[in-house]
């Protein structure tokens, strides 16, 4: 089946400073790719919806100019956190529709330390 | 603003028993799916429903898709300690395949 590659799988960094994650689809082009975040022990909540070539699209309550998303390509898609805080710590995971939008692929996730 | 239901919330059973955990929401979804997530990774999916009062098997797993289209469960039979984990339901509606999720159903079959 399709894969989703998410990079990295672990990240810390300092309070203050931004952190980028990587979202591939290794062997499907995906026009469309989605963001969420997944505290402990908790579910997941989507964050914003990432369109190819065009801006993303965000939930409510969703700070786009915290949670910077850029779809470059048919391929990837980037989750930027800027001077991210402690409370920006979560595991961050992404998805990718197939292209008849039957199955959604999800990435290993990305668990965000800021320390 | 759509929202899933699951429960219960947490589930402890001892291997070997049944149990059921139920999704609820007042809208309609085009699809529903169930997925089963690990501590530290992402979702795997484990069904997909898309018919009104469909039916699907999957081993030991039940799923039901609701007449209208709103609510689902997943039954286990004789769950076994590798049953363990975080269950998902998640709602598609429209085209774009946003995934709306449930509250999450935390299940521990103790040996």
């Known amino acids: 089946g399709a894969v989703v590659s998410q990079h990295p799988s672990r990240v810390i960094c300092k309070s203050g400073t931004s952190v980028k994650i990587e979202c591939r689809s290794l062997d499907f082009q995906a026009t469309t790719m989605f963001w969420y975040r997944q505290f402990p022990k908790q579910s997941l909540m989507l964050m914003a919806t990432s369109n190819e070539g065009s801006k993303a699209t965000y939930e409510q309550g969703v700070e786009k100019d915290k949670f910077l998303i850029n779809h470059a390509s048919l391929t990837l898609s980037t989750l930027t956190v800027t001077s991210a805080h402690p409370e920006d710590s979560s595991f961050y995971i992404c998805s990718a529709p197939d292209r008849s939008y039957t199955e959604a692929f999800f990435g290993q996730g990305t668990r965000l330390t800021v320390v | 603003t759509q929202l899933l239901e699951q429960s219960p919330q947490f589930l402890s059973i001892q291997e070997g028993e049944n149990l059921t955990v139920y999704c609820n929401s007042s809208?309609?979804?085009?699809?529903l799916q169930w997925y089963r997530q690990e501590p530290g990774e992402g979702p795997v999916l484990l069904v997909t429903?898309?018919?009104?009062?469909e039916v699907k098997k999957l081993k030991r797993l039940t799923f039901q898709f609701g007449d209208a289209r709103k609510d689902s469960s997943l039954h286990i039979t004789a769950a076994q300690p590798g049953d363990t984990g975080l269950y998902l339901c998640a709602g598609a509606s429209g085209s774009s395949y946003k995934l709306i999720f449930g509250s999450g159903t935390r299940l521990l079959v103790r040996p």
């Open positions: 809208s309609v979804f085009s699809s």
């Open positions: 429903v898309v018919t009104g009062g």
